[in-house]
């Protein structure tokens, strides 16, 4: 196992997991040992110089934290699955449903947002509910050309 391939998700786990097994006073399974060492090597080698998120891969060079990674992706699948169950997004390309989506988003956040934001539970319809969820979980809605991308990626990589 290479630091390069875990994501952010993967590298959070394996260390909640070690965490669990120091907390148990047990062993560590030989995969986070070395997951461990993998992660720690370069901090020490390098005296501080390349911090711990970078050495474990949680943080990249200029990059988000892996909480905001991890909010983000949450929030990207709920925009893609929202696109797939609208009916006017639905069958819009990429690039003219990240527009629209992006319209009704800013209308909703203008107006019955500033009504909902503090009651305890979403609205009951679309897609009114996902742009409460999004807001209420203090996440951003992207930009239309990064929406856009997130609605292509569907189409590449099916979630």
Not at 83 to 101: C, D, F, G, K, Q
């Amino acid at each position: 196992m290479t630091k390069a391939s875990t994501d952010p998700k993967t590298t959070l786990r394996w260390l909640g997991q070690v965490a669990h097994y120091v907390a148990a006073g047990r062993p560590l399974p030989h995969h986070l040992s070395l997951f461990l060492l993998q992660g720690l090597s370069p901090f020490l080698e390098t005296a501080g110089e390349i911090s711990l998120d970078q050495a474990f891969g949680t943080r990249r060079h200029g990059g988000i934290s892996a909480a905001n990674a991890m909010k983000n992706a949450q929030r990207d699948d709920m925009l893609r699955h929202l696109r797939n169950i609208h009916p006017e997004w639905s069958t819009l390309a990429p690039s003219v449903a990240s527009r629209r989506m992006r319209q009704a988003f800013e209308r909703y956040e203008a107006g019955r947002w500033k009504r909902e934001k503090s009651a305890s539970s979403a609205p009951s319809s679309e897609p009114f509910t996902t742009f409460w969820r999004v807001l209420n979980a203090g996440m951003r809605m992207p930009q239309e050309a990064r929406l856009r991308q997130i609605l292509e990626r569907e189409i590449q990589e099916p979630v």
